[in-house]
């Protein structure tokens, strides 16, 4: 099983998985259901997650919703941290998550819009480089797992402190290695070379420790919240979430 899914979200483009893997996943999820772990987006119990990544992890992906671990400690923010599911919100969701969209779209509260330049689960068509909304549209702005992969992450955050309201807030993720300064290199082109450096052959820099600080050159305040270290270990092992994700809050600057 580990072995099929490396080898399948490496090869396949993502707007193909996004539009078929859900069915699939759904069917093997018969085989998983037990007690031993709970997925919080979606509300179902198995006996384990699904294996998942390049390197596959294990316990990660829930067969249900495709949440992973990321997603299941963002639900779990948004619903403790924040006023997400309580007020009146206008929201963005760049670039949005198949385990989200149904269960974001359906709350009342929100006026939910997706946006992505190629997901065919969007209900926009945009660039994150030129957001095509007026400026301080928007309460909330997600974009998660997006930076690494655009050609100038400065100007596409700059254009998220444009959209956001006066008072509005956002969760920018992006995967974060132990490195003192983000890797980034433009003359690195071929797709087997940005793997081997950046980690993945669509990704066009390797963010480090500076991360926060690097967004925030855009304008946008940028805090490191790392939430799941005040959670109770019985949590964090029943939602299968990850240890040392640290959740990118981020405010109008």
Same mark, same amino acid.
């Given at each position: 099983?580990?072995?099929?899914?490396?080898?399948?979200?490496?090869?396949?483009? #993502?707007?193909?998985?996004?539009?078929?893997?859900?069915?699939?996943?759904?069917?093997?999820?018969?085989?998983?259901?037990?007690?031993?772990?709970?997925?919080?987006?979606?509300?179902?119990?198995? #006996?384990?997650?699904?294996?998942?990544?390049?390197?596959?992890?294990? &316990?990660?992906?829930?067969?249900?919703?495709?949440? $992973?671990?990321?997603?299941?400690?963002?639900?779990?923010?948004?619903?403790?941290?924040? &006023?997400?599911?309580?007020?009146?919100?206008?929201?963005?969701?760049?670039?949005?998550?198949?385990?989200?969209?149904?269960?974001?779209?359906?709350?009342?509260?929100?006026?939910?819009?997706?946006?992505?330049?190629?997901?065919?689960?969007?209900?926009?068509?945009?660039?994150?480089?030129?957001?095509?909304?007026?400026?301080?549209?928007?309460?909330?702005?997600?974009?998660?797992?997006?930076?690494?992969?655009?050609? @100038?992450?400065?100007?596409?955050?700059?254009?998220?402190?444009?959209?956001?309201?006066?008072?509005?807030?956002?969760?920018?993720?992006?995967?974060?290695?132990? $490195?003192?300064?983000?890797?980034? @290199?433009?003359?690195?082109? &071929?797709?087997?070379?940005?793997?081997?450096?950046?980690?993945?052959?669509?990704?066009?820099?390797?963010?480090?420790?500076?991360?926060?600080?690097?967004?925030?050159?855009?304008?946008?305040?940028?805090?490191?919240?790392?939430?799941?270290?005040?959670?109770?270990?019985?949590?964090?092992?029943?939602?299968?979430?990850?240890? &040392?994700?640290?959740?990118?809050?981020?405010?109008?600057?």
């Amino acid at each position: 099983m580990k072995s099929l899914v490396s080898f399948v979200i490496r090869y396949i483009p #993502r707007k193909y998985l996004q539009l078929v893997s859900h069915f699939f996943l759904r069917l093997i999820a018969f085989f998983y259901k037990g007690e031993n772990v709970s997925c919080n987006v979606c509300e179902q119990k198995f #006996r384990k997650f699904l294996p998942y990544g390049r390197k596959a992890r294990e &316990n990660a992906l829930c067969p249900h919703c495709l949440a $992973l671990e990321r997603h299941r400690l963002m639900w779990l923010f948004l619903q403790e941290k924040t &006023n997400f599911f309580t007020s009146p919100l206008k929201v963005l969701h760049i670039a949005p998550e198949l385990c989200f969209i149904d269960r974001m779209d359906s709350l009342s509260n929100l006026e939910y819009i997706t946006g992505d330049i190629e997901s065919p689960l969007a209900k926009v068509k945009m660039d994150v480089h030129q957001i095509p909304f007026e400026d301080c549209s928007f309460d909330v702005v997600f974009c998660n797992h997006v930076m690494e992969h655009v050609e @100038d992450d400065i100007l596409a955050c700059k254009e998220i402190n444009r959209v956001l309201k006066k008072d509005g807030w956002g969760i920018i993720q992006s995967p974060v290695y132990d $490195l003192e300064n983000t890797l980034e @290199d433009k003359t690195i082109t &071929n797709p087997a070379e940005r793997e081997r450096i950046f980690g993945q052959r669509d990704h066009v820099r390797k963010y480090g420790k500076d991360y926060a600080k690097r967004l925030s050159a855009s304008g946008l305040i940028v805090k490191e919240d790392h939430y799941v270290k005040s959670l109770d270990e019985t949590i964090i092992q029943k939602y299968a979430l990850p240890k &040392n994700e640290i959740i990118f809050y981020c405010t109008k600057g």
